[in-house]
């Protein structure tokens, strides 16, 4: 067999392989995904969540929103070792807020909770000693908006993706600096219901279910900080997706619009020949048979 025509039996297979990623990608309800990624639904929880982090062991966190406006915020830890199905309660602590928004282990041994009101007009973002799993304080409290998720980098800068209830388009990404805990805009004039940042730094956020802002709705996009201005679409979802989060193995995970949900999304790299696929496959195929012949 000739080594053009083994060729097109690798591009074949690796579109082949594009083609399944759709397939799987329509079964958890994504209308769009970016070349490169893949998505399954990874677990449904039985306690409803708005907030989700992995810790490096695998072991996944969670807030339990059964919990809203009972004046306690209660950490819930699934344990990776039993599928997720053995859960302990992690950490608690009394708060006059309604419930968590997100959640996030920082490399300075804390992990990051961000909180929200009642009205989803005010919020704040504390930090819970991993060590002792009791409170160390607050990071930063909003008056004006709400945190939908936290993150934070290496260094202990804290990411949030902020917005209002009574104003369903406002929206801003902001970073709180570690060492002058001074806030700044990351983003002006986005919306996000969720935010992780991956290990090389990019940010990614979930949007609202809506159709009168700049980004799509319902769907995942990566800022590059080289070149913030130019986000690039990840994934859309047939329903509003919430926080995200990285695990160390570098996939993502969005909790989906019924908090019950968690859905993971997976970059995988594409050798160049896949490509070939859409513009060269039939080029190949030609060339193959001529030197058959």
Avoid at 78 to 93: E, I, Q
Avoid at 241 to 265: H, K, P
């Amino acid at each position: 067999m000739s080594k053009p025509f083994l060729t097109c039996l690798r591009v074949s297979s690796l579109a082949a392989s594009l083609l399944a990623m759709s397939s799987l990608a329509s079964a958890v309800g994504v209308t769009f995904l970016a070349p490169g990624w893949t998505t399954s639904d990874f677990l449904t929880l039985s306690t409803p969540t708005r907030a989700i982090e992995f810790d490096s062991a695998g072991n996944l966190y969670i807030e339990d929103t059964t919990d809203d406006n009972s004046g306690q915020i209660q950490i819930l830890k699934l344990d990776a070792s039993s599928g997720y199905s053995a859960s302990s309660v992690f950490a608690s602590y009394n708060t006059s807020y309604k419930g968590a928004t997100g959640l996030d282990f920082g490399d300075l041994g804390g992990l990051y909770v961000s909180e929200r009101s009642v009205d989803g007009d005010a919020g704040i973002i504390r930090k819970v000693d991993v060590a002792t799993r009791t409170l160390l304080g607050d990071v930063m409290a909003f008056e004006n908006h709400r945190p939908t998720g936290v993150d934070a980098d290496t260094s202990g800068n804290v990411y949030y993706s902020g917005r209002k209830e009574s104003d369903g388009t406002w929206g801003r990404l902001f970073e709180i600096d570690s060492t002058t805990t001074t806030r700044s805009i990351l983003i002006d004039n986005t919306v996000g219901t969720g935010i992780a940042l991956d290990a090389s730094g990019n940010i990614f956020i979930t949007t609202p279910q809506r159709t009168d802002l700049p980004l799509l709705a319902n769907s995942i996009y990566m800022y590059n900080p080289a070149d913030i201005l130019t986000p690039e679409l990840i994934a859309t979802f047939g329903e509003r997706g919430g926080e995200l989060t990285f695990d160390t193995a570098g996939n993502l995970y969005m909790v989906a619009q019924d908090q019950l949900s968690i859905i993971r999304l997976s970059s995988i790299p594409i050798p160049a020949a896949a490509w070939l696929f859409g513009s060269g496959l039939l080029g190949l195929i030609g060339i193959a048979k001529r030197k058959a012949i």
